[in-house]
């Protein structure tokens, strides 16, 4: 199956900017959509950025407008989230996800994103 390895995490100032990476291996032809999600301690996951592996349709969540811009790199299998502005609120376990073709995906659930990478953490400090 298709294996994701976030990177690029840390911890940065207000107002600072980061970049992360997710790297697919596997049969990456099967992947429809790359997604960017993040979760704090105590909060539900929250979608944050997604576009398609194929395509060049992007969306953003409301909060990460402006600020976050994700791209992908087909050659590489890589998809990435360039972050800048970053506020407190930013700070997260970030992770990517891959739907497959044909799948369904409720961001706000997670179903339909049938691979997840570990996570890497930004920190974003005030």
């Known amino acids: 199956q298709v294996q994701l390895v976030e990177s690029g995490g840390g911890s940065v100032q207000a107002g600072g900017s980061l970049r992360l990476s997710c790297a697919a291996s596997g049969p990456t032809f099967s992947i429809a959509t790359m997604d960017w999600f993040r979760q704090a301690p105590g909060k539900e996951r929250e979608f944050v950025a997604q576009?398609?592996?194929?395509?060049?349709?992007?969306s953003y969540a409301d909060s990460v407008k402006g600020r976050f811009t994700i791209s992908r790199d087909n050659a590489k299998n890589t998809v990435s989230l360039q972050m800048n502005s970053l506020k407190p609120e930013d700070t997260a376990l970030y992770f990517c996800?891959?739907?497959?073709?044909?799948?369904?995906?409720?961001?706000?659930?997670?179903?339909?994103?049938?691979?997840w990478g570990q996570g890497t953490q930004v920190t974003v400090s005030s």
């Open positions: 576009i398609s592996w194929r395509g060049s349709s992007t």
């Open positions: 996800a891959a739907t497959r073709l044909g799948a369904v995906p409720d961001a706000r659930t997670g179903r339909g994103y049938d691979y």
